[in-house]
């Protein structure tokens, strides 16, 4: 698809309903005209369905729509000004953007009638479909609200004219761009989609748990990506789960399981799910977390990791940081003296941590399928993980978790202290752990009420 942009900063667009040409200021391609280029002709269409494309010629007295191609004098002359600005002539008139927003048909060639052509899968539409992190700025921000009028990208004092832009800037890799601005200087722009995945199976307390924990996401978290709950719940509960959230920010996997050891080891299992590709940075989270600030400079920093982070807890040689398997392993040697959770992994891309989650399932599954009984810990998702991150020697990052990330809090709200996720693992006294994670979500929302 090819996207045309005009000089105010708007897209050509169509309106089915009024059956004109307009200028959107949104992003929106269910409502873009799209252009094919042949022999210096435009051929002008739209898309209003999926599968469905709609052919357009322009006039000042009503457009012309077919399902076929036009030909001949229906279609408008290519006047290039260069690889991406271009006018279009029809007729000896001139396509034209006005500032308020509509499209005409002018005599003269002026600014307004300039426009700048821009491919999808181009590293400037990947920029303007995109929010970003600018590494040297430590902002997120909005690449289609960084075009400005006049064919320019602002971002902040930066100023780019969009020729210079689209010549010069590539992907670095999928998830980065670098580009470049005054003759010279460059800047890393890393892609911020992020995305908070979850495994939840069970009986009702866990999924209570997970209304929890995203309810704290989306109100003190200030998170506003997507949520993946890997899970063998029908997509259609999930999503009655939160009626106030967009189902298009709610990714359902189906997972099946069989029994603990299936449900544990399956966050571990999305190294071969695609969507997966589309996210950085990632972050796992067990559900019985609570969110009590904004989570977003903890995932700026993860973005800027080139690690799998975790949170260092105990020392490596308890049972449940693996060390009935690091002990049985003669070949075993790492400089790893203490464990991690595995309640919260996080990591900028899912190539990051491929690799590691694959090495971690097969390693549980093959020793299962070689005696070791299901019901036995040491198959259990934690254990697993610290062996075999560091017998293969991953590389790791403690600092980002060590600040955001509090695992055994105290049982009585007011001394929890920590600030970011906070993790009510393991026992928490009498009662279901969700009755304590419920008294601390109302604890603090009842003191930012207060505060």
Request: glycine share 4%; net charge negative.
């Amino acid at each position: 698809m090819t996207y045309i942009l005009s000089c105010h900063g708007t897209w050509l667009s169509f309106s089915l309903e009024e059956n004109i040409f307009y200028l959107s200021s949104s992003f929106e391609k269910k409502h873009l005209v799209n252009i094919e280029i042949n022999e210096k002709k435009a051929i002008f269409f739209i898309e209003p369905d999926p599968g469905e494309v709609l052919y357009v010629s322009p006039s000042n007295f009503g457009c012309v729509l077919s399902h076929e191609k036009m030909k001949g004098d229906s279609l408008c002359n290519v006047e290039r000004v260069d690889d991406d600005f271009l006018y279009f002539n029809c007729n000896g008139l001139y396509l034209s953007g006005n500032p308020d927003y509509t499209v005409d048909i002018k005599i003269y060639r002026e600014k307004f009638e300039k426009f700048f052509i821009v491919e999808d899968y181009s590293t400037i539409c990947e920029f303007l479909k995109n929010k970003w992190h600018i590494e040297s700025l430590n902002i997120v921000l909005s690449g289609e609200e960084c075009i400005k009028k006049d064919f320019k990208i602002e971002i902040q004092d930066i100023e780019i004219d969009m020729g210079f832009f689209s010549k010069y800037s590539f992907q670095s890799r999928k998830n980065e761009i670098i580009f470049f601005y005054d003759k010279y200087k460059v800047e890393l722009l890393k892609k911020y989609r992020p995305a908070i995945y979850f495994a939840t199976f069970g009986d009702q307390n866990s999924f209570d748990m997970l209304s929890n924990v995203i309810f704290s996401l989306e109100k003190f978290g200030k998170f506003d990506g997507d949520y993946i709950i890997l899970t063998n719940k029908k997509p259609s509960y999930i999503w009655n789960m939160f009626p106030n959230i967009d189902k298009e920010r709610i990714k359902i996997s189906y997972i099946p399981v069989c029994d603990v050891i299936d449900m544990v080891s399956a966050r571990f299992k999305i190294y071969d799910i695609e969507f997966f590709e589309n996210y950085s940075p990632i972050v796992y989270m067990d559900c019985d977390i609570v969110c009590n600030s904004d989570l977003r400079p903890f995932l700026t920093s993860v973005l800027k990791a080139e690690e799998i982070c975790v949170k260092l807890e105990g020392p490596i040689n308890e049972i449940h940081y693996g060390s009935n398997l690091i002990s049985d392993d003669k070949h075993y040697s790492s400089n790893e003296n203490r464990g991690f959770n595995s309640g919260v992994i996080a990591f900028s891309r899912i190539s990051v941590a491929r690799s590691a989650f694959r090495a971690t399932v097969n390693s549980l599954y093959a020793h299962i399928n070689s005696g070791l009984p299901r019901s036995n810990t040491e198959a259990y998702d934690q254990p697993v993980a610290n062996y075999v991150f560091s017998k293969i020697k991953k590389a790791m990052n403690y600092t980002i978790c060590e600040k955001f990330v509090h695992p055994w809090p105290s049982l009585k709200n007011e001394e929890i202290l920590g600030i970011g996720l906070i993790h009510f693992c393991g026992g928490v006294g009498f009662g279901h752990k969700v009755d304590r994670i419920n008294s601390y979500y109302t604890f603090i929302e009842n003191s930012s009420k207060i505060s």
